[in-house]
């Protein structure tokens, strides 16, 4: 019996960690950068997960030019995509974690980020000058 109430008290803890973390408010449903100045060589991280957190940092102050876009994907549940101007198209895989790379050209305008399963609450955009 008392084996029981343990495995049922460690299912009620995951359970409620679980749900805590796929929570997120109106204010981190997105991510909004505004860039205007770097150059070519320059590493943007990207990260997904393991809840409902997509970020990218890098964004600030960037010109067109060649970039390495260094994804850490901690989620099988989510996916880090980024679209934009020039053909710019790149993503991860939902059901894959770790660590991926990707060379992008980005032009001036404005791009994209999201987690395509969940892409109304978990996205972010940020603009190339």
Same mark, same amino acid.
């Given at each position: 019996?008392?084996?029981?109430? !343990? ?34 060589? /320059? ?20 010109? !067109? ?17 980024? /679209? ?23 032009? !001036? ?21």
């Amino acid at each position: 019996m008392t084996r029981s109430r !343990a495995a049922l008290l460690i299912l009620l803890v995951l359970l409620g960690l679980a749900v805590a973390g796929c929570g997120g408010g109106d204010d981190e449903e997105s991510t909004t950068t505004e860039a205007s100045g770097s150059g070519d060589g /320059t590493t943007l991280n990207g990260s997904v997960g393991p809840g409902f957190e997509i970020s990218l940092d890098g964004t600030d102050g960037l010109t !067109a030019g060649s970039y390495t876009l260094v994804v850490n994907d901690q989620s099988s549940a989510h996916n880090f995509h980024l /679209t934009g101007p020039g053909g710019v198209d790149v993503s991860t895989d939902v059901g894959a974690e770790g660590e991926e790379s990707f060379e992008v050209e980005l032009q !001036a305008g404005e791009y994209t980020f999201l987690c395509d399963p969940h892409a109304s609450q978990m996205k972010g955009s940020f603009t190339v000058g």
